[in-house]
């Protein structure tokens, strides 16, 4: 009985195989860069408002924290309203000012912002703006930094040393006079 010799691959199909091979590792590589997965982004980051940063031209929205509105205000203990949107953004502002920041990020959200976790050195950026009092952990994303939050609410904290609307609950009031986030300034009164 004769055997059959197998037929080899082509070299044209090998060198196609091996193109697509680099090709799929290469948009592999740009995904997993894309999300943070290889290292975190660093760098120095400004702060926008009391859950956003901007490094360069790319905003980045903390992740699992949720901070008043820039130009959102609150009440505080003594029954006065307070821009507690520009307190939030301000106390950011110290935390990443001359700070190098490492950001993990985790997805990209629908206004093309990187959703990321910071760290200045040991400090978590999202965990500290709610452990101060001037974000909320923002359950709809993660219960990581609800500890925090009955621990600023106890102490009465930042938010906390008065009365305030959520931010998600402020945003829906405003929605129609929002334009990305940003409030027709005649709304709400300006110092």
């Known amino acids: 009985m004769r055997t059959r010799r197998k037929a080899g691959r082509s070299p044209l199909r090998s060198l196609a195989d091996a193109l697509v091979f680099i090709a ?11 999300t943070g997965w290889l290292s975190p982004d660093s760098g120095r980051f400004a702060a926008i408002d009391g859950d956003s940063l901007r490094k360069g031209e790319q905003e980045y929205r903390l992740h699992g924290i949720d901070a008043p509105e820039l130009r959102q205000n609150c009440t505080g203990k ?17 935390l990443v000012r001359e700070e190098t920041l490492d950001c993990d990020i985790l997805e990209t959200d629908r206004y093309g912002r990187l959703v990321a976790e910071c760290r200045a050195g040991d400090v978590n950026i999202n965990r500290e ?9 923002y359950r709809r994303h993660g219960t990581e930094h609800a500890a925090a939050e009955a621990a600023a609410r106890k102490s009465g904290l930042g938010l906390w040393q008065g009365e305030f609307e959520t931010p998600e609950r402020w945003r829906n009031r405003h929605r129609t006079s929002m334009v990305r986030g ?10």
Request: contains cysteine; hydrophobic residues 55%; charged residues 20%.
């Open 24 to 34: 799929l590792a290469a948009l592999v590589t740009l995904a997993v860069s894309r």
């Open 78 to 94: 003594d029954g006065k309203p307070f821009a507690c949107g520009r307190a939030a953004r301000d106390h950011l502002r110290s």
């Open 129 to 137: 703006m709610v452990r101060s009092g001037w974000a909320i952990a």
């Open 182 to 191: 940003a409030v027709i300034p005649e709304l709400i009164p300006v110092d």
